[in-house]
């Protein structure tokens, strides 16, 4: 739904690319991680996870406001003990807005496939490839996806000293797109996790990506930290605070999450 189009001009249309684009090319960790692990589920078993995510920033006099919202949960499933298969879609609903126009933008997003492998492991320390491909589901037209299809390789590795876990990922991204944003890009980040209780893990993240804008020179990156609490053996609440940095990522964003294990 448009509610204004008067005024609109570059600085709020770059505003939804990159705020969509944050959030599509999320890796699907162990939520509200951004940096994912070399877990994987078991072979025949599966995961769901139900994401929400506001995020709110401000720049160069635009104020995006944007709310994720799962249509379909995020599902993970083991094709062997050593890999698994992971497909999400999300409905986004994206609010900008300046001196002179106010958008509301909303719909499904991108689809996204993707296949962990975990080929080594050895006392505690793990390395896994993800590849991905990004199909254009979203309507471009409207700034709710890429207009074609985007590709991906990560490479993960993880090291478990209990009660501590570290998680490192290097991502490639090819994201081809009728935006007129940036096709290669890069990603690096690292994630720690802790259990500080029975069923309380705290997690903490960095990480720092190639700005998808091409006017940008500046990489937006990003800090995070959050909790996991354990309501089952197989049910898991979590809630995250995620805050930009180099004064072009999103000011700050608050991820809530379910996971379903079974």
Known sequence: ??????GMGRNTISAIFIALFAMSNTAYAAHPLITDDTGTQGKGKAQFEVISEYSHEKKDGVTTDSFVAPTIPVLSYGMTDASDIVFGVSYQRIKTS???????????SDT????????AENDGLSFALKPGITLPTGNDEKGLGAGKSTYRLFFITTKEIKPWAFHINLGYIKNENRVDERMDLWHASVAGV???LKNLKAVANIGIQRDSDKASEVDPGFFLGGFIYSISENLDFDIGFKEGFNNHGTDYSIPVGITWRY
């Open 1 to 6: 739904m448009m509610e204004s189009r008067i």
């Open 98 to 108: 300046d001196s002179q126009s106010r958008i509301t933008t909303d719909g499904i």
């Open 112 to 119: 996204s496939i993707e296949i962990k492998w975990r080929f």
């Open 194 to 196: 802790v259990d500080v």
